[in-house]
């Protein structure tokens, strides 16, 4: 840390917390804010979630006794408060670096984290799960888990409460509502009801009244029981969440740490068997000035002075491949009624906001709701649309059943832009678009495509415009293109047609998506050892370019795949077709580069690459190893 602060220069863990007077709490919160601005600033990363949980971190770890008690963030956005009071504070600068913190809990960083999360809607289920196992190894311990409005959009949440409900295991779920007003506080009045609904005295009154009306007729006891429910729904506002089987508490104000410890005491103090729900109110970017104002109120930033609250911005001037994509759209729109934009609550991530604001009536954000996102897209497309849906390769990955059943068996013409494919960088593993070349070029009637450059997006989105009778994709990673011209919106691909860039001899380098750039300069570093390869943009891997790869079999000694993806992709088609031709039967090397069968830690782009085995010295080891290998492996012998 940088500073000196009152109470948190001495807080390592929970437990030091507690040392604590109740009134101390808010100069704590209050520092907890200060520190992570301050290390956001430096760092970049999620920052207005965090800033609207500090008081709600602080009042978690303050009345339960953490690691025991098991307390789930959903998402993650918000945990870096979390993270500070959990023996994480002199590592916080080193959030989303190479061997630094992730920007999310992760089971293996921290025991304070005992789910890991990135991406939404997964805290209820897992909480409940937790739960369960307690409650089935007579194991003590609370299990509470912090789930946003935003997160509450998506159907998994709602699955899991409806299990939650008839489940009768104690479970405390805190709903960070700070955006969508499911119900505003009024007053003073509304937290102190929210204390006496959630403590001793109305439990035990509920448990004599239900003593007493036990002896008396079903009738009877029936209206009192829709009594009570009734009183209790029309003071808190808790009517949706009663009827899911939980205990609703709220909303109160997550920003008043007495309020917050009260109500979080007396839930944890109550004997219960049954979910519980705590509604607070919060505001995003709480504490900073800066982010209160802003659109985004700080939801994702880069580097950033303090005191100003500007952002550092890129030096480049070439555009975003999420620019290019949406630009283009924009002009198909113009000409095309038929287009319809959609994203699942990444709006500006994906582009979609430049698409909407032109085409107000043809965008759709549907939430965090990818499945319903890609089920939504083949109803337009079975009445003539054309639905374009901008998901990120990491997400799309929860909608795989919608994919397959509603979209590819039925062979609807949905188009898929993928973004963030390949390596994103700070975000780590969970926002790898590593998977989904596999996940979809596996699928019968899929047009699988990927954008060597930003040239070739455009090419992408023009060809997608006209396929009319089965789905198609095209990917491209996160960041700037290479800085070349933009074709107009009448340039479109041969469908299964790949391009030759460089002609060489003896291996050719088949290269599907944005490696290409690094495929060149590996030729460029090769020519001057003397070696020529032919450099090839597959540009498909689905419809593959047989003819092509067939040219490039029969005439070359070896053949070299490479793409950002995993095992099952580009190279495992081009392999199957290999095979199925008989083309590795007459002494053909035969390659793949991909990514490694791991999951990779964050770390900037070239450096997650280069540990990927995918950069520029890499493929020149490969070829130079390719050219080098005339081994003959013996009947028996073993690998090692």
Request: some cysteine; overall charge neutral.
């Amino acid at each position: 840390m940088n500073k000196k602060y009152k109470f948190l220069d001495e807080i390592n863990f929970p437990s030091d917390i507690k040392k604590l007077s109740q009134s101390d709490l808010k100069v704590l919160a209050a520092e907890v804010r200060e520190e992570t601005i301050d290390a956001v600033s430096e760092t970049g990363g999620h920052l207005g979630a965090g800033l609207g949980v500090v008081e709600l971190t602080v009042a978690l770890h303050y009345v339960f006794n953490t690691p025991n008690d098991k307390l789930i963030w959903d998402v993650g956005h918000q945990t870096y408060p979390h993270k500070i009071l959990t023996g994480r504070k002199d590592r916080i600068r080193t959030l989303r670096k190479g061997k630094g913190l992730s920007g999310f809990t992760k089971r293996s960083e921290s025991e304070y984290d005992p789910f890991g999360a990135a991406h939404s809607s997964t805290s209820l289920s897992s909480a409940l799960g937790i739960a369960v196992a307690n409650k089935l190894s007579n194991k003590s311990g609370n299990v509470i888990a912090v789930i946003g409005d935003g997160a509450m959009s998506a159907g998994m949440a709602y699955e899991a409460m409806n299990n939650a409900g008839e489940s009768k295991v104690k479970m405390i779920v805190i709903l960070n509502d700070n955006d969508m007003s499911i119900a505003k506080p009024v007053g003073a009045m509304r937290s102190y009801l929210a204390k006496i609904l959630s403590g001793k005295i109305y439990f035990s009154l509920r448990e004599t009244v239900k003593l007493i009306i036990s002896a008396f007729s079903k009738r009877f006891s029936s209206k009192a029981g829709k009594a009570e429910d009734f009183l209790r729904s029309a003071v808190t506002g808790g009517t949706l969440f009663s009827s899911l089987g939980f205990y609703y508490i709220g909303p109160i104000d997550g920003h008043d740490t007495e309020s917050l410890v009260s109500v979080l005491n007396n839930a944890k103090d109550i004997n219960y068997e049954g979910p519980i729900m705590i509604h607070i109110k919060t505001q995003k970017g709480k504490g900073y000035e800066f982010a209160e104002k802003s659109s985004d109120k700080f939801h994702g930033v880069s580097k950033f002075n303090v005191n100003t609250g500007v952002q550092e911005k890129s030096k480049s001037n070439i555009p975003a491949y999420t620019k290019v994509f949406a630009n283009t759209l924009v002009k198909h729109a113009e000409k095309d009624s038929k287009i319809i934009g959609i994203t699942a609550a990444m709006p500006s991530g994906t582009g979609m906001d430049i698409f909407g604001k032109k085409f107000p009536l043809r965008m759709f954000d549907v939430g965090i709701a990818e499945q319903h996102a890609v089920t939504f897209a083949a109803g337009l497309a079975t009445e003539g649309y054309k639905p374009f849906t901008a998901i990120y390769s990491t997400f799309l990955q929860r909608a795989y059943d919608q994919v397959v059943h509603d979209v590819s068996i039925q062979s609807l013409p949905v188009r898929f832009a993928i973004d963030r494919a390949g390596l994103v960088g700070a975000d780590g593993p969970t926002h790898a678009g590593s998977f989904d070349i596999t996940y979809l070029a596996t699928l019968p009637n899929f047009v699988v495509m990927a954008a060597s450059d930003e040239s070739e997006l455009v090419k992408m989105v023009n060809t997608s415009v006209d396929i009319n009778d089965k789905p198609s994709a095209f990917r491209y990673p996160r960041g700037n293109g290479i800085g070349i011209n933009l074709p107009s919106i009448d340039e479109k691909l041969d469908i299964g047609k790949g391009r030759i860039i460089k002609e060489g001899n003896k291996v050719a380098l088949l290269n599907f998506g944005a490696r290409l750039n690094e495929c060149l300069t590996a030729y460029e570093n090769l020519k001057k050892k003397g070696v020529n390869i032919t450099i090839v943009d597959a540009r498909f891997a689905k419809p593959l370019d047989e003819n092509l790869i067939w040219q490039l079999a029969t005439d070359h000694e070896a053949l070299i795949t490479i793409e950002e993806g995993s095992i099952g992709g580009f190279g495992s088609h081009v392999s199957q077709f290999l095979s199925e031709k008989n083309l590795l039967d007459n002494n053909l090397k035969f390659r793949s580069m991909i990514l490694p069968d791991r999951f990779l830690d964050q770390d900037t782009p070239d450096k997650m690459y280069k540990t990927a085995g995918l950069d520029c010295e890499s493929i020149v080891e490969k070829v130079e190893n390719v050219l080098n290998s005339n081994v003959v492996i013996a009947k028996n012998q073993s690998l090692s």
